[in-house]
């Protein structure tokens, strides 16, 4: 199962809309996202379930997007929210022992715009998205759980938070 976060309509329409400028359209199967966990097993989802509708039953964390970041064969927008960090912190805690090694370590929350393009493309594009003003601001609405089945993924429920 994937966790993501879920963004505020206009973010997303912009987000998105950037992902399909830039994203190699032959690779491009998902919309634009800020993943929280990119593995968590079929087995937790009980408990997941539980500490998502408790992580959401209170206001949107505020957040930003603080400008872009080098993927080196791609581009993607830095995403700052220390209380969206906290929520996946403490989900994180609580599934410890089942984390993949990718979930285990440091989290680097950004919105990938760009992938698997020639290194020089994705200077251009980090150069490009420079020159706007940063930070901005972020809206989160909630948090969504997805299946990975090989292509695109498959909504299984998503939380939102409470105005």
Do not use: C
């Not at 919105?111 to 490009?128: D, F, G, I, S």
């Amino acid at each position: 199962m994937i966790v993501t976060a879920l963004f505020a309509p206009a973010d997303f329409a912009w987000l998105d809309g950037l992902r399909r400028a830039h994203f190699p359209p032959e690779r491009n199967q998902l919309t634009a996202h800020l993943t929280l966990f990119h593995h968590l097993p079929p087995s937790a989802a009980p408990e997941l379930d539980r500490r998502l509708k408790q992580a959401t039953a209170g206001a949107p964390p505020a957040a930003s997007i603080t400008g872009p970041m080098s993927l080196g064969r791609g581009t993607a927008l830095r995403v700052s929210s220390e209380e969206l960090a906290a929520v996946r912190g403490a989900v994180a805690e609580a599934f410890h022992g089942l984390l993949t090694p990718q979930d285990a370590g440091g989290w680097r929350p950004h919105v990938t715009v760009q992938n698997k393009v020639e290194p020089a493309a994705a200077r251009a594009l980090v150069t490009e998205l420079s020159v706007l003003s940063w930070p901005r601001p972020l809206g989160i609405t909630g948090l969504a759980v997805w299946w990975y089945r090989g292509g695109p993924w498959e909504l299984i429920r998503d939380y939102r938070f409470r105005s």
